[in-house]
């Protein structure tokens, strides 16, 4: 079974920082996505993902099938960034099967 | 944008008594997910739904869950006799397709007393 680990746990930036955050994983997938998770607890999906990179506004989302790894970037960050981020991998054929990872807290200091 | 719509936000119920929980996916997908996030641990699996069956599930949805899409819109989750370990978030998800990116809704807060 595919075990997802993320590092950090938890980050502290001040407005404006680069942030890295980085998802490891143990066995081949078809797919790795990462998500926000409000402090309300809401979920919102950023990135799906199976090669290269792909980038929306200030994010950037990587992944290295070879190495197992994926990160996800935040340039230019906000307050409003504070959040949880959550990758999640998908193994196979599986569809929503999906195998999370622990989560990273964010928190964006003005 | 559309949105995964789940009611109620927040439901309590005491231990033994069955809860559903409901969900209105985005209306052009065709396939369905139910997950799971206990207070404080990662987010887990319970089931995936399509073509009017259930198509993955995982360890956890035993035979006291169950889910429904009883009409073109809603999309059930039943717990029976409910446990003090069954508190926990869950999340309904959709996507158009088994291979698409997912949509998650807000969430349905269940405290089991």
């Known amino acids: 079974k595919n075990e997802v680990e993320q590092s950090p746990q938890n980050l502290t930036a001040q407005e404006g920082e680069f942030i890295t955050i980085n998802c490891s994983y143990s066995v081949g997938i078809s797919a790795l996505h990462w998500l926000q998770q409000h402090p309300g607890g809401g979920i919102v999906s950023l990135f799906m993902?199976?090669?290269g990179k792909k980038k929306h506004g200030r994010l950037i989302a990587t992944i290295n099938i070879q190495e197992k790894h994926s990160s996800l970037h935040i340039t230019a960050s906000h307050p409003r960034d504070s959040a949880v981020y959550i990758c999640a991998v998908r193994e196979g054929g599986s569809q929503g099967n999906l195998i999370f990872g622990k989560g990273t807290k964010l928190s964006v200091k003005p | 944008e559309p949105e995964v719509t789940q009611t109620p936000s927040h439901q309590v119920t005491q231990m033994g008594q069955e809860v559903i929980l409901r969900c209105v996916p985005i209306s052009n997908h065709l396939y369905f997910y139910w997950y799971r996030q206990i207070l404080g641990q990662k987010v887990e699996f319970l089931v995936s739904?399509?073509?009017?069956?259930?198509?993955?599930k995982s360890e956890i949805f035993d035979d006291q869950f169950s889910v429904e899409r009883p009409d073109g819109s809603n999309f059930t989750l039943k717990i029976r006799s409910t446990k003090l370990e069954d508190s926990a978030m869950y999340f309904c998800?959709?996507?158009?397709?088994?291979?698409?990116?997912?949509?998650f809704g807000n969430g349905t807060r269940l405290t089991v007393t």
């Open positions: 739904f399509y073509n009017n069956e259930i198509s993955e």
């Open positions: 993902l199976s090669s």
């Open positions: 998800a959709s996507s158009r397709q088994g291979n698409s990116p997912l949509h």
